[in-house]
């Protein structure tokens, strides 16, 4: 089976980000599962979308991976709706949708109604592994600067421990903390080698920089907020703050510098247990394969669930109106909430109409909820017995 990743990537990553990394191990790891990575979408057998971007083609299923959305509280402008509205897209017109974080996947359940499959990133810790000495910096690592990965954070806690050297990829130099600027990926790796804590303030819906930290044997300080949270183990791999609260975020640092050998060994050890690539592609190859079974699967287009209770004088004139569509690829299912009169005797004089006796009376929304639970078409239209299609 053959894979679509979009976006490619062709050139050495710059600092490209988590979509950057996750591809990379999809196009290194998925032969293993019975998929290759192909780069010209009509040869397609699946799709499978990051982020905002978006290629379809018809009859080929397409797999959304979300990688989080721009949350209205951060203020990011007009531009921010535009970009939701096109992760929103992606996500609605998928087959199924990932999510990188338990965190992004109940958002994403809460605002849509969708059931995203969790995903973490991650990281290949033999490339990581290093014999090199701390060099004791609180080391601040972002590719960008937005309303997430905002600098502000590290210079307040800079304030904080003046006695303490910070190097960062952005932000204002003073007397304890170094702008590097953004790097590319095999040049910043040596920095956060030699970090002695990798300061996780970004507000990100998970933190792939996070675990290649973990994996380097580099405890992490940050805030107990979103992805991270997930991450981190406290008091074990680092120690997350409150969020907002600079100083306690202050004693972590200083937690973490105090116990770094002990941290720095259960880091690593995390990293192999919890972060390898291995089960990660293979969550990604297991999805891949139930999408395209489902989507191949002979199935009818249309499932016309009827609800019914107590309406036995006008369901087979309800059915009859489903049995005279020009249509023929459909199939019609009698949702009986609990009737006392004659409804599944009317049911029955049907051979096109499939009975089902809901276990109790669930009410109008409950009894097509029953019924879309047992439908078998890709699209659902519900009728109420005392009307005619």
Request: hydrophobic residues 40%; proline residues 5%.
């Amino acid at each position: 089976m053959k894979v679509f990743i979009n976006p490619t990537y062709t050139t050495p990553d710059k600092a490209d980000g988590g979509i950057r990394r996750c591809a990379d191990a999809m196009q290194r790891d998925l032969p293993a599962h019975g998929w290759d990575v192909t780069g010209v979408p009509d040869e397609a057998d699946l799709i499978l979308n990051h982020g905002a971007s978006l290629i379809e083609r018809a009859g080929v299923p397409m797999i959304a991976a979300c990688h989080g959305m721009l949350w209205e509280d951060y203020n990011f402008g007009l531009w921010g709706d535009d970009v939701n509205k096109a992760v929103t897209t992606v996500m609605t017109r998928a087959q199924a949708i990932t999510a990188p974080s338990r965190w992004v996947a109940h958002a994403i359940s809460r605002g849509m109604l969708a059931r995203p499959t969790t995903v973490y990133h991650g990281v290949d810790a033999d490339a990581w592994a290093h014999d090199k000495e701390s060099m004791g910096y609180v080391l601040w690592n972002k590719a960008r600067t937005d309303p997430v990965s905002d600098p502000a954070d590290m210079q307040a806690l800079a304030k904080l421990l003046p006695e303490l050297p910070f190097v960062t990829t952005f932000g204002q130099q003073t007397s304890n903390v170094l702008p590097i600027g953004p790097k590319p990926f095999g040049d910043m790796r040596s920095i956060v080698q030699q970090a002695g804590v990798y300061l996780a303030t970004a507000r990100e819906t998970f933190g792939i920089g996070t675990i290649e930290a973990l994996a380097a044997g580099v405890p992490v300080v940050g805030w107990d907020y979103g992805g991270q949270a997930e991450i981190v183990v406290q008091g074990e791999t680092g120690y997350l703050a409150p969020f907002g609260d600079v100083g306690a975020l202050a004693d972590c640092v200083r937690r973490c510098l105090a116990e770094r050998e002990r941290l720095s060994r259960a880091c690593v050890a995390d990293a192999r247990q919890r972060w390898g690539w291995s089960d990660k592609i293979a969550q990604y190859a297991a999805l891949f394969d139930r999408v395209v079974e489902e989507w191949t699967t002979p199935r009818p287009k249309v499932s016309v669930v009827v609800t019914c209770y107590n309406l036995a004088q006008y369901l087979g004139d309800a059915i009859t109106s489903i049995v005279n569509q020009t249509m023929k690829d459909w199939e019609c299912l009698v949702i009986d909430d609990c009737s006392t009169d004659t409804t599944a005797t009317i049911a029955g004089l049907h051979r096109a109409a499939r009975y089902l006796r809901t276990p109790q009376n669930l009410g109008l929304s409950g009894a097509r909820n029953y019924g879309a639970t047992h439908a078998n078409g890709r699209y659902i239209i519900f009728l109420d017995a005392d009307d005619m299609l």
